[in-house]
Nanobody
Framework: QVQLVESGGGLVQAGGSLRLSCAAS????????MGWFRQAPGKAREFVAA????????YYTDSVKGRFTISRDNAKNTVSLQMNSLKPEDTAVYYC?????????????????WGQGTQVTVSS
Protein backbone atom coordinates (compact mmCIF):
# COMPACT_ATOMS: atom_id res chain seq x y z
CA GLN A 1 0.00 0.00 0.00
CA VAL A 2 1.27 3.44 -0.94
CA GLN A 3 -0.12 6.70 0.36
CA LEU A 4 0.56 9.80 -1.68
CA VAL A 5 0.16 13.40 -0.54
CA GLU A 6 0.53 16.31 -2.95
CA SER A 7 1.40 19.88 -2.02
CA GLY A 8 2.46 23.10 -3.68
CA GLY A 9 -0.61 24.06 -5.66
CA GLY A 10 -1.99 27.58 -5.71
CA LEU A 11 -2.91 30.62 -7.74
CA VAL A 12 -0.35 32.11 -10.10
CA GLN A 13 -0.39 34.56 -12.99
CA ALA A 14 0.29 33.42 -16.53
CA GLY A 15 4.02 33.14 -17.13
CA GLY A 16 4.70 32.30 -13.50
CA SER A 17 6.01 29.14 -11.86
CA LEU A 18 4.92 26.59 -9.28
CA ARG A 19 6.58 23.51 -7.87
CA LEU A 20 4.39 20.58 -6.91
CA SER A 21 5.63 17.91 -4.53
CA CYS A 22 4.32 14.45 -3.75
CA ALA A 23 5.35 12.59 -0.61
CA ALA A 24 5.02 8.81 -0.60
CA SER A 25 4.63 6.60 2.44
CA UNK A 26 6.06 3.39 1.01
CA UNK A 27 9.47 2.09 2.05
CA UNK A 28 9.71 0.62 -1.43
CA UNK A 29 9.15 3.95 -3.16
CA UNK A 30 12.19 3.43 -5.35
CA UNK A 31 10.43 0.44 -6.98
CA UNK A 32 7.58 2.58 -8.33
CA UNK A 33 7.32 4.64 -11.47
CA MET A 34 5.66 7.94 -10.63
CA GLY A 35 3.33 10.04 -12.70
CA TRP A 36 1.60 13.40 -12.62
CA PHE A 37 -1.85 13.77 -14.10
CA ARG A 38 -4.31 16.65 -14.17
CA GLN A 39 -8.02 17.09 -14.47
CA ALA A 40 -9.79 20.29 -15.46
CA PRO A 41 -13.51 20.81 -14.73
CA GLY A 42 -15.66 18.80 -17.12
CA LYS A 43 -12.68 17.04 -18.67
CA ALA A 44 -11.10 13.63 -18.34
CA ARG A 45 -7.99 13.13 -16.28
CA GLU A 46 -4.94 13.50 -18.53
CA PHE A 47 -1.30 12.57 -18.40
CA VAL A 48 1.26 15.29 -17.68
CA ALA A 49 4.59 13.62 -16.89
CA ALA A 50 6.13 10.41 -15.60
CA UNK A 51 9.49 9.20 -14.30
CA UNK A 52 10.61 5.59 -14.14
CA UNK A 53 12.11 3.89 -11.11
CA UNK A 54 15.06 2.59 -13.09
CA UNK A 55 17.25 4.87 -15.20
CA UNK A 56 15.03 7.79 -14.17
CA UNK A 57 13.67 8.08 -17.69
CA UNK A 58 11.15 10.89 -18.06
CA TYR A 59 8.11 11.35 -20.26
CA TYR A 60 5.94 14.39 -20.93
CA THR A 61 2.78 15.23 -22.75
CA ASP A 62 3.51 17.49 -25.71
CA SER A 63 1.78 20.54 -24.26
CA VAL A 64 4.18 20.77 -21.30
CA LYS A 65 7.48 19.79 -22.93
CA GLY A 66 10.10 22.45 -22.31
CA ARG A 67 8.05 24.02 -19.52
CA PHE A 68 7.59 21.27 -16.91
CA THR A 69 10.23 19.07 -15.30
CA ILE A 70 9.57 15.93 -13.28
CA SER A 71 12.15 14.68 -10.80
CA ARG A 72 12.37 12.27 -7.88
CA ASP A 73 14.38 11.89 -4.69
CA ASN A 74 14.31 8.28 -3.55
CA ALA A 75 16.09 9.13 -0.29
CA LYS A 76 13.21 11.44 0.65
CA ASN A 77 10.42 9.42 -0.98
CA THR A 78 9.32 12.39 -3.02
CA VAL A 79 8.54 13.25 -6.61
CA SER A 80 8.29 16.83 -7.83
CA LEU A 81 6.91 18.69 -10.81
CA GLN A 82 8.52 22.04 -11.59
CA MET A 83 6.12 24.06 -13.73
CA ASN A 84 7.41 27.14 -15.53
CA SER A 85 5.84 29.51 -18.05
CA LEU A 86 2.41 28.53 -16.82
CA LYS A 87 -0.60 29.15 -19.03
CA PRO A 88 -4.31 29.49 -18.17
CA GLU A 89 -4.90 26.15 -19.88
CA ASP A 90 -2.69 24.50 -17.25
CA THR A 91 -5.42 25.19 -14.68
CA ALA A 92 -6.54 21.89 -13.17
CA VAL A 93 -6.35 19.64 -10.16
CA TYR A 94 -2.99 17.89 -10.31
CA TYR A 95 -2.64 14.31 -9.08
CA CYS A 96 0.39 12.26 -8.19
CA UNK A 97 0.23 8.53 -8.96
CA UNK A 98 2.37 5.42 -8.47
CA UNK A 99 2.75 2.16 -10.38
CA UNK A 100 5.10 -0.80 -10.45
CA UNK A 101 4.44 -1.03 -14.16
CA UNK A 102 7.07 -0.11 -16.72
CA UNK A 103 5.01 0.58 -19.83
CA UNK A 104 2.08 2.80 -20.77
CA UNK A 105 3.03 5.30 -18.12
CA UNK A 106 0.81 7.88 -19.82
CA UNK A 107 -2.30 5.83 -19.09
CA UNK A 108 -4.53 6.46 -16.06
CA UNK A 109 -5.44 2.79 -15.69
CA UNK A 110 -1.78 1.80 -15.36
CA UNK A 111 -1.53 3.41 -11.92
CA UNK A 112 -2.47 1.68 -8.68
CA UNK A 113 -2.18 4.50 -6.17
CA TRP A 114 -3.32 8.13 -6.30
CA GLY A 115 -3.04 11.19 -4.16
CA GLN A 116 -5.93 13.47 -3.28
CA GLY A 117 -4.88 16.17 -5.72
CA THR A 118 -3.80 19.78 -5.46
CA GLN A 119 -5.42 22.72 -7.26
CA VAL A 120 -3.39 24.80 -9.71
CA THR A 121 -5.04 27.94 -11.04
CA VAL A 122 -3.34 30.15 -13.63
CA SER A 123 -4.88 33.55 -14.21
CA SER A 124 -4.55 35.44 -17.47
Amino acid sequence: QVQLVESGGGLVQAGGSLRLSCAASSRTFREYAMGWFRQAPGKAREFVAAITWIAYSTYYTDSVKGRFTISRDNAKNTVSLQMNSLKPEDTAVYYCAATKGTVNLDTVSQYDYWGQGTQVTVSS
